[in-house]
Structure formats: C-alpha cells, structure tokens
C-alpha cells in the first residue's frame, strides 16, 4: 500500500483461490506479521515498475529507508489498515533464502502482489473510493491477477461495479495506463506533479 504521501497511489502490473500458472494463488488480508514481505514485494515491485520512469537514486534511497518502512507498514497494520495480498505457497526455493518474498514468518507463502482501496485521501475528490495501490510481480504480468486484486480491492472497499472510483497514475507508465483503461478508467486532465514524476489521475465513472 502507498502511504503517507507515497506516490504514485496505484501501479499495475477476483475470486479467492484463483490459479496462476502452476501454483494455487490465494487473496487475502494482510497482518501485522507479512510487514517485512509486503514491503520487499513493494521495493521489488517499484524496481519492475518505474525503472527507467523514475530517478534511479530515489528507487536505491527506498532500499536505504527499508527497516523504517517495515516498521512504518506493520503499524499500519496494527492500526487496521486493509491491504489484499496475492499470496502463493512455496516460497522458499530450497536455497535457504529467507529474503523479503517469504511472509508471514515461516509459512513458506510467496508475496506476489498487492492492492488497497478505500476512502479518498485528497482533499477535493472526484469519487468517494481511491484505488490506492495495486502491484504485481514483472513475473505475473498478463497472467491475470492485476484484475483479480482490482477486483478484490473495490469489493473489500465495499465498492460495486456502479461506483465510481478513482486513481493516480505515474506518467509515462503506458502499461498501467492500458490496464486501467481496459477496466473502464479513463484520464480526466488532473496532475499532481511531484519531483520524482508527473501523476495522472484518472477515474472510473458509473
């Protein structure tokens, strides 16, 4: 999830329990104890997603910043804050790698993606539910979990298919952009500009 400011909101590379490729993909709630996993899935994910959109010092100052942001995100969590992750089992490789994909604790579940939705954060907003993250692994890309994790994400924010919502996208992400797009988002001429990059909001109207 983006928080505190963290643009963009919503990146981009559904039922519960959907397969992806060979493995059981499963969509539920984060806790406090998949802090450390979501935040490596979010690093990594941003590496995939804007390397070469964004200044490559300020995706390397994220990893820096990577202990403050477990502890930023696990008391979100704890605070109630809701977060949909893709998880899928055996993420341990056999390697002996206990890296950030693993969560939560030793479960053996591998992060795959993430989405959040919920009530508008800016101050004049153009529907009454912001899509604020959604990402997936480079690995999961046209596989179609982006659309089950949308799907999933306005469904726990309690929004239908006849409600509006909205979104802020980073520009130049044209793959974002497309996917929005094919689920019936379209530009509506706001930009938030920031010094790491142009966002474009762009909404989904009933």
């Known amino acids: 999830m983006t928080s505190g400011g963290d643009r963009p909101?919503?990146?981009?590379?559904?039922?519960?329990g959907d397969r992806v490729?060979?493995?059981?993909?499963?969509?539920?709630?984060?806790?406090?104890a998949d802090a450390e996993a979501w935040t490596d899935l979010h690093l990594d994910a941003w590496d995939d997603?804007?390397?070469?959109?964004?200044?490559?010092?300020?995706?390397?100052?994220r990893r820096v910043e990577r202990a403050e942001s477990v502890v930023r995100r696990r008391e979100l969590l704890?605070?109630?804050?809701?977060?949909?992750?893709?998880?899928e089992p055996g993420g341990h490789d056999g390697a002996g790698d206990p890296g950030g994909a693993d969560g939560p604790g030793d479960s053996g579940e591998k992060l795959i993606g993430f989405?959040?939705?919920?009530?508008a954060r800016d101050v004049d907003?153009?529907?009454?539910?912001?899509?604020?993250?959604?990402?997936?692994?480079?690995?999961?890309?046209g596989t179609g979990l982006g659309h089950r994790l949308l799907a999933a994400a306005?469904?726990?924010?309690?929004?239908?298919?006849?409600?509006?919502?909205?979104?802020?996208?980073?520009?130049?992400?044209?793959?974002?952009?497309?996917?929005y797009r094919r689920h019936g988002f379209e530009l509506d001429g706001a930009v938030d500009p920031t010094p790491v990059g142009?966002?474009?909001?762009?909404?989904?109207?009933p």
């Open 49 to 61: 997603a804007y390397t070469g959109l964004m200044p490559e010092a300020f995706l390397r100052q």
């Open 115 to 119: 989405a959040s939705a919920g009530p």
């Open 198 to 205: 142009r966002h474009l909001r762009m909404q989904r109207r």
């Open 154 to 179: 306005l469904a726990d924010a309690g929004c239908t298919a006849a409600d509006p919502v909205y979104l802020w996208v980073l520009e130049g992400n044209e793959r974002a952009i497309g996917f």
């Open 9 to 16: 909101r919503a990146g981009a590379g559904g039922a519960y």
């Open 78 to 87: 704890e605070g109630g804050a809701r977060v949909l992750l893709a998880v």
């Open 125 to 141: 907003p153009p529907a009454a539910v912001e899509l604020t993250a959604l990402y997936v692994r480079a690995e999961r890309w």
């Open 21 to 32: 490729g060979s493995a059981e993909t499963v969509i539920r709630a984060a806790v406090p």
